[in-house]
């Protein structure tokens, strides 16, 4: 073992010092993209299974990137997160969410992903109440994704965060819920509002009676717990008609639409399955 380790840093220390360049390109290119403004969100519905209307939007980020073209969020989110530019990106995406969501209807919601090392970098209450204040988007329409790894490293400061947030009517979202390790009685400590199921326990239902009896479990003790329940990944009508039999409260994925910019999202579907 202690050779082949051995070997392996020979054999990676030249792709290592063109990595290192890459990378060193790619953050300038990341600071120029946050000066010249070449991140654009995508919207994404959320349907509401009871009242089948649309009920919010997720923003998605991309990167209009002038030289590698539309870059998605897996391509520059890891980078944006080890150089810290993770929270100036968060910043424009959070006003930019804000701002659109001033354009639609009152009654929707407009959900934001935030990364764990915003959490874990303070400061993130404050930053979110200057830009509510600035847009003037009524805080209760807003809503964070949050992935439950965030209370686990920092449970004290996720709390707080949190709670100040909380006092003001933002809403938190459990993101990706179902991939991680906490249990949902541990979840409960924080005041989360919603789950989103995560897409691969939707797919799976095609595939398995067993997965079938652990999404309907999840949805029930949601209820129990009285979290909205989002599932992600709704791709075919039989997904959405399944979900709906056991009463999830909304649906998301390409079946319900495709991210897409705010001009373009079709809040008048409707779907009787
Ligand atoms: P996520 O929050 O779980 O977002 C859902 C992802 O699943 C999106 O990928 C979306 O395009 C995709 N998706 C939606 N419906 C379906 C479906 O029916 N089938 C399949 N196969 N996929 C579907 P996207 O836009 O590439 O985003 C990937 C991840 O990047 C997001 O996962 C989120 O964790 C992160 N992300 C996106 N925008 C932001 C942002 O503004 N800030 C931060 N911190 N993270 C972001
Ligand atoms: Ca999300
Ligand atoms: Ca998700
Ligand atoms: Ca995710």
């Given amino acids: 073992a202690k050779n082949s380790g051995r070997n392996n840093w020979v054999f990676y220390k030249p792709d290592?010092?063109?990595y290192l360049i890459q990378r060193r390109e790619m953050e300038k290119e990341f600071r120029e993209a946050l000066s010249e403004g070449q991140f654009q969100l995508v919207y994404q519905p959320r349907y509401d299974i009871k009242t089948s209307r649309i009920a919010a939007v997720e923003a998605l980020v991309r990167w209009q990137h002038p030289r590698l073209g539309l870059l998605m969020p897996d391509q520059f989110i890891p980078l944006a997160e080890e150089t810290g530019l993770i929270i100036d990106m968060s910043?424009?995406?959070l006003e930019k969410a804000c701002l659109d969501g001033l354009r639609l209807a009152p009654d929707l919601k407009i959900s934001v992903n935030i990364s764990a090392v915003e959490f874990n970098t303070g400061g993130l209450a404050k930053r979110v109440k200057a830009i509510l204040q600035k847009t003037g988007l009524e805080p209760s329409r807003l809503e964070l994704e949050i992935t439950e790894n965030v209370t686990l490293s920092n449970p004290d400061t996720t709390l707080e965060t949190m709670t100040q947030l909380k006092e003001i009517g933002v809403r938190f979202l459990i993101d990706d819920f179902g991939t991680g390790y906490s249990a949902l009685s541990y979840l409960k400590r924080f005041p989360f509002d919603g789950i989103k199921l995560d897409k691969s326990f939707v797919f799976a239902m095609e595939e398995s009676d067993n997965a079938k009896i652990?999404?309907?479990n999840i949805i029930g003790l949601g209820k129990a717990y009285s979290l909205a329940i989002t599932a992600e990944g709704v791709?075919?009508?039989e997904q959405l008609k399944r979900l709906k039999e056991y009463q999830?409260?909304?649906a998301?994925?390409?079946f319900i639409g495709?991210?897409?910019?705010l001009d373009?999202?079709?809040f008048n579907v409707e779907f009787g399955v």
């Fill in 16 to 18: 290592m010092g063109e």
């Fill in 235 to 237: 791709e075919t009508a």
């Fill in 214 to 216: 652990i999404v309907e």
């Fill in 248 to 250: 999830c409260d909304e």
């Fill in 264 to 266: 373009k999202v079709d």
């Fill in 91 to 93: 910043d424009r995406v």
């Fill in 252 to 254: 998301q994925g390409y």
């Fill in 258 to 261: 495709r991210p897409v910019a």
